[in-house]
T-cell receptor, first 114, second 111 residues
Framework: NAGVTQTPKFQVLKTGQSMTLQCAQD?????MYWYRQDPGMGLRLIYY???????DKGEVPNGYNVSRLNKREFSLRLESAAPSQTSVYFC?????????????FGNGTRLTVT | GQQLNQSPQSMFIQEGEDVSMNCTSS?????WLWYKQDPGEGPVLLIA?????ELTSNGRLTAQFGITRKDSFLNISASIPSDVGIYFC???????????FGTGTRLKVLA
């Protein structure tokens, strides 16, 4: 019963490098989200996908792109990493059609940009 | 961006003590959620509240959805060492796909 799976768990990048964070869920949820977590800032929404084929910006989308590859997978791409993007990134999913479905989170990707 | 005011920011308590934390907002929410995050892991849902005034328990945890729909609190009774972690509140407004999170309460339990 995997839930939400994120890869990689850790990553170190140099400024200007690019990478893609992967996320997959096996709960057949329609909605998926990418959050970043910084000390004292709580969780801030980067992008979300209400359903397969749609994506929308959250609070802090600058410097990121996303792809909703299919219903299961939602990836986050950093085209040119910056030190300000050092953070812990969480993917989450929910099923809004059944009342208000709480978010289910993965275990995070810890990214350091030097 | 919009965030919830969560307090206290951190707490150090003795094992066996009760704990209380709360979240307030200037906006009305239709759902309040409480999560716990252990080190190195993602947040895990503790309690979900769907109606103003609702009081819900999950073992030693009790949470309430404020009557004004602008606040919520979480109580933990008889704390134990495994209660250590960061507790987050989150609010959801109907008609949106967005959940707004508090800044977290870091709880440490002294044995």
């Amino acid at each position: 019963n995997a839930g939400v799976t994120q890869t990689p768990k850790f990553q170190v990048l140099k400024t200007g490098q690019s990478m893609t964070l992967q996320c997959a869920q096996d709960m057949n949820h329609n909605s998926m989200y990418w959050y970043r977590q910084d000390p004292g800032m709580g969780l801030r929404l980067i992008y979300y996908s209400a359903s397969e084929g749609t994506t929308d910006k959250g609070e802090v989308p600058n410097g990121y792109n996303v792809s909703r590859l299919n219903k299961r997978e939602f990836s986050l791409r950093l085209e040119s990493a910056a030190p300000s993007q050092t953070s812990v990134y969480f993917c989450a999913s929910s099923e809004p059609g059944q009342g208000i479905s709480p978010l289910h989170f993965g275990n995070g990707t810890r990214l350091t940009v030097t | 961006g919009q965030q919830l005011n969560q307090s206290p920011q951190s707490m150090f308590i003795q094992e066996g003590e009760d704990v209380s934390m709360n979240c307030t907002s200037s906006s009305i929410f239709n759902t309040w959620l409480w999560y716990k995050q252990d080190p190195g892991e993602g947040p895990v849902l503790l309690i979900a509240l769907y109606k103003a005034g609702e009081l819900t328990s999950n073992g030693r945890l009790t949470a309430q959805f404020g009557i004004t729909r602008k606040d919520s609190f979480l109580n933990i009774s008889a704390s134990i060492p495994s209660d250590v972690g960061i507790y987050f509140c989150a609010g959801h407004q109907s008609g949106t796909y967005k959940y707004i999170f508090g800044t977290g309460t870091r709880l440490k339990v002294l044995a």
